[in-house]
């Protein structure tokens, strides 16, 4: 790549790594998305791959799909397929093959055996309260544990016997040798490895002890030559131990020069959403949505569901961009990134979500007529599609109303409206449950006597005889304040069922998103309609 690049939009990531390429430190960059697979994914996940891979591919490098599996007892072969399909969904290339931490666990192991050989790493005995009481706090050192000063010999010996089942879980722990009074907690002799006797999605049984992912992940990162290594602003208090680790490797032969840079930003916040992936999970082992990929949860299953689209989000991720400031982002912003690309690709369709019956009493009883009603309004390359039109219509329940405020224009007794793509009707009157009209036929849209009557109503509505009967599910956002902290604050209207009458087309239709005329995006999918954003903010602030 051309050492001279200059990124269109540029963040403070793009101006290291930038620097990084001018100097010769890096001929070609290489970053990493790293998840844990003991979720799924969710929005804040699609802001680091779309980051992530997206540098990548600007800077002409490489971004590795790497799954941190180091918790043996959390993790399921489930969660790691979902995860690759909502990283290819967003479109990320990662060249068709992932990674993962167990990949390197026999080479961390004899890491971990250099470590406790060159002094700086030892086998602790206490029990997980003494460890927890001597690390101290912020404003207390640490205290050193009895067992720091275990000779190398005696060390290499228990570590050995831990990694051979010796030990039961919890008797041992290895810690790296650093310094009990550092002001950085995370430099109090972190622990390196556990005993932990659970099979492995992966390795099965091989392994009894598993490595710490604070000690795992720099060295899965130098392993794979990663440059630069993104995280969110969490772990900056880890970075001291990051390069500590790697250096302390790469000084005894075992990893080499330029060794990765830790890099921090900020992680997405949104309003109305947790992002917490142990609130996440309570929320479905809790019964209170239908799984990980319910359309309501922040998840990118569950986006996808909902009928979110991954250039959606990929516009959400340059609006907002990239900063080491912590930021609370309106969800409003993500609706409106969505609303932005599914005006640009959905078609337009004719549903009524709430109906009432419309009866033209002066209209030939058996008659029927195709209207050529346009695609989408913007895109007259899109063409015409024709749609039945009858005696009896559907039309939406606040379409009509005995006594009409002022600035209404719908229907109520002696108002004409235009019927959408068809006739001007008069409204005679509401009996029986029927909206009564009748209908002045030269005023047919598209003829020269369209303009013959003129009307400032003009409603949608659905042919009976043709209509096609669905149900549909009108999704909102799944907290109801700005800013939630538990399972009380979930929305009680986050999903509304409604049976609903949409335009015959739709039946068969293999057309994923469409918007419906006047209500709102929605997703068509396996026979189920999901409403993915409505057409205007309906949570603005007056």
């Not at 390429?21 to 799924?40: D, M, Q, W």
């Not at 790497?66 to 072969?77: I, L, S, V």
Request: with cysteine; aromatic share 10%; hydrophobic share 35%.
């Amino acid at each position: 790549m051309n050492k001279s690049h200059t990124p269109s939009t540029s963040n403070f990531i793009k101006q290291i790594i930038a620097a990084d390429l001018a100097s010769g430190k890096h001929v070609k960059i290489r970053t990493r998305f790293p998840p844990e697979p003991n979720g799924y994914l969710h929005l804040g996940h699609a802001k680091s791959i779309l980051l992530n891979f997206g540098l990548a591919k600007e800077y002409g490098g490489a971004c590795n799909l790497r799954f941190d599996d180091t918790n043996p007892e959390k993790e399921e072969q489930a969660y790691v397929d979902s995860i690759v399909e909502s990283v290819k969904w967003l479109g990320a290339d990662f060249g068709g093959k992932a990674l993962y931490a167990s990949d390197y666990f026999d080479f961390m192991y004899q890491c971990a055996e250099h470590l406790v050989t060159s002094g700086n790493a030892y086998v602790d005995s206490q029990s997980a309260d003494e460890m927890k009481h001597n690390r101290g706090f912020f404003t207390k050192p640490g205290v050193d544990s009895l067992f720091r000063s275990r000779s190398s010999s005696e060390n290499l010996s228990l570590l050995r016997e831990m990694r051979d089942g010796k030990h039961a879980d919890g008797a041992h722990v290895l810690r790296a040798k650093i310094d009990m009074r550092s002001p950085n907690i995370n430099l109090r002799d972190p622990a390196l490895y556990r005993i932990k006797k659970a099979t492995h999605h992966r390795t099965g049984d091989k392994w009894c002890i598993y490595p710490m992912y604070t000690y795992a992940h720099p060295i899965e990162d130098a392993v794979e030559k990663i440059t630069h290594s993104l995280c969110t602003l969490e772990f900056e208090d880890q970075r001291p131990f990051y390069d500590w680790l790697l250096n302390k490797l790469a000084d005894g032969g075992l990893l080499q020069r330029p060794l990765p840079q830790q890099i921090e930003f900020a992680r997405l916040n949104l309003t109305h959403v947790l992002l917490s992936k142990r609130l996440l999970i309570k929320l479905v082992e809790g019964g209170h949505v239908d799984g990980w990929d319910d359309p309501r949860m922040p998840t990118l299953a569950g986006a996808r569901r909902r009928g979110y689209t991954a250039d959606g989000l990929r516009r959400f991720a340059e609006r907002i961009g990239v900063s080491k400031a912590h930021q609370m982002i309106d969800y409003s912003i993500l609706e409106d990134c969505m609303r932005e690309h599914l005006n640009e690709i959905a078609p337009r369709r004719m549903a009524v979500l709430d109906p009432i019956k419309l009866v033209i009493e002066n209209y030939p009883e058996g008659q029927e007529e195709l209207m050529d009603v346009p695609n989408h309004p913007q895109k007259p390359e899109w063409g015409k599609r024709q749609v039945p039109f009858s005696r009896e219509l559907w039309i939406e329940r606040d379409d009509y109303t005995d006594s009409p405020p002022k600035g209404y224009f719908r229907l109520a007794p002696g108002a004409t409206v235009r019927l959408r793509y068809g006739y001007a009707v008069k409204c005679e009157g509401y009996h029986n449950g029927i909206v009564r009209c009748t209908y002045l036929a030269e005023t047919r849209s598209g003829t020269p006597g369209a303009d013959a009557v003129k009307v400032k109503g003009n409603i949608h509505w659905v042919s009976v005889k043709h209509a096609h009967a669905a149900q549909v599910h009108l999704y909102d956002r799944l907290f109801k304040i700005e800013h939630p902290e538990s399972v009380e604050h979930l929305n009680p209207d986050s999903i509304k069922t409604v049976s609903a009458q949409l335009e015959p087309g739709l039946k068969d239709s293999k057309e994923s998103h469409v918007q419906f005329e006047r209500h709102g995006y929605f997703i068509c999918d396996d026979g189920r309609v999901n409403r993915t954003v409505t057409l205007r903010d309906s949570w603005a602030k007056h």
